[in-house]
C-alpha cells in the first residue's frame, strides 16, 4: 500500500461545469501522476508532477490543469467538463522505477 | 516515441490451462518493462518487472523476460486460477523519461473453473 487516496471516487457532472479531482499520499513522494483509462487505450497520461509547483503535460493534456501547491496533494482540474472527459481517471506515485496507483476516480459527464 | 503493443483480447481459459499474453515495445534506449494487473473494481497493482536485457520478472506465477533482440516481454503462467481473472497491462519506462510510463491497451483475461 503506497498511502495514496483519491477523492471522489465516484462523480457525475454536468457538461460545462469545473471538477476537481484530488489525489492525497502520505509517504513524502516527489513525482506524482495522473492518467486517464478508457476502453481501448489503456491508461494515458494526462499530467505529472516532479515536486511542490512543478508539473508538465501528458499525451492528454487539452482540457485538464494541475496543481501542487503541497508535496502530498496533486490535484486535477477539469475547468469545463465534457462528455469526452468521462472515464476512470487514477493517480499514481513513483518509487524508485515503479509506480504504485491509486484506486481511481470513475467521473461521468452527462 | 515510446509505443507498447500487446494481444488484443479478451483471453477465456480454463481453470490449470497455460496462459501467453504478447507484448512488444518500441523504444529508444533500453527501456525497463512491467507488467500491471487490475482486478475488477480496482486500481493497477505492479505484478512484475524487469530493468535490463534478459532479465526475468516473476510472480505469484508469472514470469516475463526481457528480450532485447526481439524487443518482446510475453507474461505466462503455468496454470492459471480463476482469481487471475483480470486486465493485464505491459508498460515501459524509457531512459530520461521523468519516469513516464508508456502502456498497452490491456488485455482482459478471463478463467473459467
Known amino acids: 500500500d503506497a498511502g495514496i487516496t483519491q477523492s471522489p471516487r465516484h462523480k457525475v457532472t454536468e457538461t460545462g461545469t469545473p471538477v476537481t479531482l484530488r489525489c492525497h499520499q502520505t509517504?513524502?513522494?516527489?513525482?506524482m501522476y495522473w492518467y486517464r483509462q478508457d476502453p481501448g487505450h489503456g491508461l494515458r497520461l494526462i499530467h505529472y508532477?516532479?515536486?511542490?509547483?512543478?508539473?508538465d503535460k501528458g499525451e492528454v493534456s487539452d482540457g485538464y490543469s494541475v496543481s501542487r501547491s503541497k508535496t502530498e496533494d496533486f490535484l486535477l482540474t477539469l475547468e469545463s467538463a465534457t462528455s469526452s472527459q468521462t472515464s476512470v481517471y487514477f493517480c499514481?506515485?513513483?518509487?524508485?522505477?515503479?509506480?504504485?496507483f491509486g484506486p481511481g476516480t470513475r467521473l461521468t459527464v452527462t | 516515441g515510446n509505443s507498447v503493443t500487446q494481444m488484443e483480447g479478451p483471453v477465456t481459459l480454463s481453470e490449470e490451462a497455460f496462459l501467453t499474453i504478447n507484448c512488444t515495445y518500441t523504444?529508444?534506449?533500453?527501456?525497463?518493462l512491467f507488467w500491471y494487473v487490475q482486478y475488477p473494481g480496482e486500481g493497477l497493482q505492479l505484478l512484475l518487472k524487469?530493468?535490463?536485457?534478459?532479465d526475468k520478472g516473476s510472480n505469484k506465477g508469472f514470469e516475463a523476460t526481457y528480450r532485447k533482440e526481439t524487443t518482446s516481454f510475453h507474461l505466462e503462467k503455468g496454470s492459471v486460477q480463476v482469481s487471475d481473472s483480470a486486465v493485464y497491462f505491459c508498460?515501459?519506462?524509457?531512459?530520461?523519461?521523468?519516469?513516464?510510463?508508456?502502456f498497452g491497451k490491456g488485455t482482459l483475461l478471463t478463467v473459467n473453473p
Open positions: 499514481a506515485i513513483r518509487e524508485e522505477y515503479e509506480q504504485y
Open positions: 509517504e513524502n513522494h516527489r513525482y
Open positions: 508532477s516532479y515536486g511542490v509547483k512543478d508539473t
Open positions: 523504444a529508444t534506449g533500453y527501456p525497463s
Open positions: 524487469a530493468t535490463k536485457a534478459d
Open positions: 508498460a515501459l519506462l524509457g531512459g530520461g523519461s521523468n519516469y513516464k510510463l508508456t
